[in-house]
């Protein structure tokens, strides 16, 4: 299909571009490398090629998350959404961005989230998981009360809040230990960031604040599937279940959340997906330049869904979520 939006695309700028080096080997990283500070190029026209109108550019990860000096990271972060506004002034019909924000610094990050939103003219923000604060083994996660205040501006604003993946701590992957092959996309990513999500939802967060929409790439990091078990698990012990949140797990996960096809081009788990947590809270994406713009666009254009399915998936979805104009 022509039209589609993504909402999972990375750039980076010379401060985080480095971060992104060590998921590749050295010779593919001379591609990763030239794909990821490209926005105007190759990038351009891939995207007039495979159908996408549109990329909701982001930093690349884990950057300002993993800067444990708040100032240093504010400062980052501004410099990013400062060089990512400029790229999308220049071509405002093809990108729109999201905010990087010092998380490290809740009150930072709020008052960062709104610069970007009311003077940069961005549309969300994406974060990389927990951010490291004040030292590299000091970390914090999104539900903790220190973040209710920012939570209150994303409420406020009424912007959806991308929450992307990062790799654990050395200290904390222990059972990765000797299978590294495990780390990043593979299987950690979505590891971690399945168990932020879930925290979210059972914190009592979206009770407080129940228009804050979280969306989550790679088809919803195995929670479509998951959602069922955790809801149910011990079906026969009565009040199995203990948490701060009022309702099922579930229902914040169908009301409170939308997921996207980034970096998981599978047709089964597209289906299920779409079982799960509903075709209008699934939204395209292609994770470039991390993926491949026509590994992403060929199987979705193909995928056996209706046609009124792949138009929502691949684009309105987008448009309503995000408040964007359709030319
Ligand atoms: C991503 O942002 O999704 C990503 C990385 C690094 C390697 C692979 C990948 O940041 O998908
Ligand atoms: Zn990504």
């Given at each position: 299909?022509?039209?589609?939006?993504?909402?999972?695309?990375?750039?980076?700028?010379?401060?985080?571009?480095?971060?992104?080096?060590?998921?590749?080997?050295?010779?593919?990283?001379?591609?990763?490398?030239?794909?990821?500070?490209?926005?105007?190029?190759?990038?351009?026209?891939?995207?007039?090629?495979?159908?996408?109108?549109?990329?909701?550019?982001?930093?690349?990860?884990?950057?300002?998350?993993?800067?444990?000096?708040a100032?240093?990271?504010?400062?980052?972060?501004?410099?990013?959404?400062?060089?990512?506004?400029?790229?999308?002034?220049?071509?405002?019909?093809?990108?729109?961005?999201?905010?990087?924000?010092?998380?490290?610094?809740?009150?930072?990050?709020?008052?960062?989230?709104?610069?970007?939103?009311?003077?940069?003219?961005?549309?969300?923000?994406?974060?990389?998981?927990?951010?490291?604060?004040?030292?590299?083994?000091?970390?914090?996660?999104?539900?903790?009360?220190?973040?209710?205040?920012?939570?209150?501006?994303?409420a406020?604003?009424?912007?959806?809040?991308?929450?992307?993946?990062?790799?654990?701590?050395?200290?904390?992957?222990?059972?990765?230990?000797?299978?590294g092959?495990?780390?990043?996309?593979?299987?950690?990513?979505?590891?971690?960031?399945a168990?932020?999500?879930?925290?979210?939802?059972?914190?009592?967060?979206?009770?407080?604040?129940?228009?804050?929409?979280?969306?989550?790439?790679?088809?919803?990091?195995?929670?479509?599937?998951?959602?069922?078990?955790?809801?149910?698990?011990?079906?026969?012990?009565?009040?199995?279940?203990?948490?701060?949140?009022?309702?099922?797990?579930?229902?914040?996960?169908?009301?409170?959340?939308?997921?996207?096809?980034?970096?998981?081009?599978?047709t089964?788990?597209?289906?299920?997906?779409?079982?799960?947590?509903?075709?209008?809270?699934?939204?395209?994406?292609?994770?470039?330049?991390?993926?491949?713009?026509?590994?992403?666009?060929v199987?979705?254009?193909?995928?056996?869904?209706?046609?009124?399915?792949?138009?929502?998936?691949?684009?309105?979805?987008?448009?309503k979520?995000?408040?964007?104009?359709?030319?």
């Open positions: 299909m022509r039209g589609k939006i993504g909402l999972e695309e990375h750039f980076a700028i010379d401060d985080t571009l480095l971060d992104s080096k060590g998921f590749f080997p050295e010779d593919i990283w001379v591609e990763v490398r030239e794909r990821v500070l490209d926005l105007h190029g190759r990038r351009l026209r891939l995207m007039d090629e495979f159908g996408m109108d549109m990329m909701i550019l982001s930093l690349n990860a884990p950057a300002i998350q993993s800067i444990p000096d100032k240093k990271a504010n400062e980052i972060a501004r410099k990013a959404n400062d060089y990512l506004a400029e790229a999308v002034k220049k071509n405002p019909k093809r990108f729109r961005g999201l905010a990087a924000l010092p998380l490290q610094d809740p009150e930072l990050a709020a008052k960062e989230l709104q610069r970007c939103v009311k003077d940069l003219g961005m549309v969300g923000a994406l974060a990389n998981g927990f951010s490291q604060i004040g030292d590299p083994n000091t970390i914090a996660y999104l539900d903790e009360k220190q973040y209710w205040p920012f939570w209150s501006m994303v406020d604003l009424d912007v959806p809040f991308y929450l992307h993946p990062r790799n654990p701590l050395p200290q904390h992957s222990r059972i990765y230990e000797g299978h092959w495990l780390m990043g996309p593979t299987w950690a990513f979505g590891q971690e960031t168990v932020h999500a879930l925290r979210l939802m059972g914190s009592g967060l979206f009770d407080k604040y129940p228009k804050v929409n979280i969306i989550l790439g790679h088809m919803g990091e195995g929670l479509p599937f998951s959602m069922w078990r955790v809801v149910n698990t011990n079906g026969w012990i009565p009040n199995r279940h203990h948490y701060p949140a009022k309702k099922k797990i579930s229902e914040y996960f169908q009301n409170n959340f939308y997921i996207t096809t980034s970096g998981n081009f599978h089964p788990a597209l289906l299920s997906a779409m079982l799960a947590i509903g075709t209008d809270r699934i939204m395209f994406s292609t994770d470039w330049p991390f993926e491949n713009i026509d590994h992403a666009a199987w979705f254009d193909t995928a056996t869904i209706s046609e009124d399915d792949r138009m929502k998936i691949g684009r309105t979805n987008a448009l979520l995000f408040k964007l104009k359709g030319s």
